[in-house]
């Protein structure tokens, strides 16, 4: 069982603003993990069911999402794989406590 609430507030924690995380197995969304829509009040946060199906791969999709919001950048940075392992890493711990 995914624990939806507990990952919204860590992530809320970690960008500072409000986030939805959303679900979707909408084939439009059938070549992408995850996606975001950011600006510095809030984010919205859409995971891809067909993929993201464990807490793992969900984790990993919601962290690569924080990197854009954290970085204000819709790319991928040169620092970008480093902050995403961090961020996974973050968010795991947190919501294994």
Partial sequence: ???W???KNICEE???QDITISLSTSNDLAVVNSV???D???AHIILNGLFCKGIPQIV???SHELVHIVLNSAGHPKDFEEKWVYYETKILEKYKQ
């Fill in 1 to 3: 069982m995914i624990k």
């Fill in 5 to 7: 609430l507990r990952l």
């Fill in 14 to 16: 970690i960008v500072d």
């Fill in 36 to 38: 975001v829509s950011f």
């Fill in 40 to 42: 510095n009040q809030q």
């Fill in 60 to 62: 990993k999709a919601v």
